[in-house]
């Protein structure tokens, strides 16, 4: 480490993500900074999205809000920034307005010749490294701090279809028109994610997240053949560089959302991430011996809209969640994370988030044996 950090002080996220079973489970929900909360929003009013990330002042603030707000409840920080930001340092441009919008999008195979072929990860994406260093500190180790990248489909998809899209169709139709290029394509995206969160441990981010959320997207058959095999070189290639660098090994996690969890398990994570249409028992019995004899931890998976739905619905379905978590991990799996199915969207109480909280706490305390 060419660093030194101050020493942590709750590892429960860090313990789960290595299988071990914990006290109660670790809790952080995706998005956790952002547009539900009134801070959050007070700094937009001054600051555009994609300026905060290149401050590495303004992204360590925003990370730090819900920390600072949920003291003692959160269990992890995830670096403030965007997945997008990837395809920014591979020379797109990229504007939050209010949803993402490429200004000039990938139009044919032709286009990504455009594109610079060697990306100086140091140089393009330092703020992020800064950012996480300055966070890392900030934080004081009261909670691991995450580090995250796009995964390489989600990334090709925003950046063929130039923002959000229903239907998927101009990317998809690169996958099935031009199968060589995509993979080309994939393979350069590739390349730059791995660079990318081996920079981000050595930044100080002591867990990564790969976040594969068009994954959904494809049919088994392509998933396996246009997204599994690239986040299966992230694990590979980020685990074998963090050695060679002598840096941590850090946990890795995976959110394909939508993709048969049985495909996402053989990715090779740590960690996979799952969405709120699937039960964690049935996911524990696919899980189960893929990886060495290892077993998987799951993650999730509240859908995030039972945070509009009151406090009764809240505390039931956490009870349930964690239910479902607890027998499965009585099957295959030893250790959970608690968080929700996907990210947490701008119109919930931050009151209710806390009780969503405190209410994991509870919960998910393992009944002693
Ligand atoms: O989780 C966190 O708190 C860390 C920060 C984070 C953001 N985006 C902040 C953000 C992370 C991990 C992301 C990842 C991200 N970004 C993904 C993958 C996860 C997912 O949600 O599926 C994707 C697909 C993106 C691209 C992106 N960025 C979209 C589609 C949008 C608009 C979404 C919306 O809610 O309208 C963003 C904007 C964005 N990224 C916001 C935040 C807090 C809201 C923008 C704003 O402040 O105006």
């Known amino acids: 480490m060419t660093q030194e950090f101050p020493t942590l002080t709750n590892d429960l996220l860090l313990r789960a993500a290595r299988g071990e ?3 109660r489970a670790p809790v952080w929900v995706m998005r956790q900074a952002g547009r539900y909360l009134p801070e959050f929003r007070k700094t937009r009013e001054t600051h555009e999205f994609f300026e905060i990330c290149r401050s590495p002042t303004l992204a360590t603030e925003i ?43 990938l139009n044919t195979p032709a286009d990504v010749e455009k594109l610079p072929r060697e990306v100086d990860v140091e140089k393009e994406l330092g703020y992020v490294f800064e950012a996480l260093t300055l966070t890392r500190k900030t934080l004081a180790g009261q909670v691991p701090l995450i580090g995250f990248s796009g995964a390489p489909w989600t990334l090709m998809m925003y950046m063929i279809e130039g923002g959000g899209s229903q239907t998927r169709q101009k990317s998809k139709t690169w996958l099935f028109k031009h199968p060589e290029a995509s993979k080309q394509l994939l393979e350069r995206i590739t390349d730059i994610c791995v660079q990318y969160l081996i920079g981000q441990v050595n930044a100080g981010a002591q867990l990564l997240q790969v976040f594969d959320s068009n ?9 396996s053949t246009f997204s599994l095999p690239y986040l299966k070189r992230i694990a590979d290639e980020v685990r074998e560089g963090l050695k060679v660098r002598q840096l941590p090994v850090v946990p890795l996690t995976l959110f394909a959302k939508g993709a048969s969890p049985s495909l996402a398990a053989s990715a090779g994570y740590d960690t996979i991430g799952l969405d709120w249409t699937l039960d964690p028992r049935d996911v524990a019995k696919v899980t189960d011996g893929i990886i060495d004899g290892r077993t998987i931890t799951l993650q999730g998976n509240l859908d995030p809209v039972v945070l509009y739905g009151g406090r009764e619905a809240i505390e039931r379905e956490v009870k349930r969640m964690c239910s479902a978590f607890h027998d499965a991990r009585r099957g295959a799996c030893k250790a959970w994370i608690a ?30 044996s």
Not at 63 to 73: S, V
């Open 21 to 23: 079973q914990t006290e």
């Open 63 to 105: 990370t730090m809000q819900p920390i600072r707000r949920y003291a003692g409840l959160l269990d992890a920080a995830i670096i403030f920034s965007d997945i997008l930001v990837v395809p920014q340092a591979m020379g797109m441009e990229v504007i939050m307005n209010p949803g993402p919008h490429f200004t000039d999008p």
């Open 339 to 368: 968080n929700l199915g996907h990210g947490i969207t701008p119109g919930v109480d931050p009151e209710d988030m806390k009780f969503f909280l405190e209410c994991v706490h509870k919960y998910s305390a393992v009944p002693s």
């Open 215 to 223: 994954a959904g997207d494809l049919s088994p058959y392509d998933f």
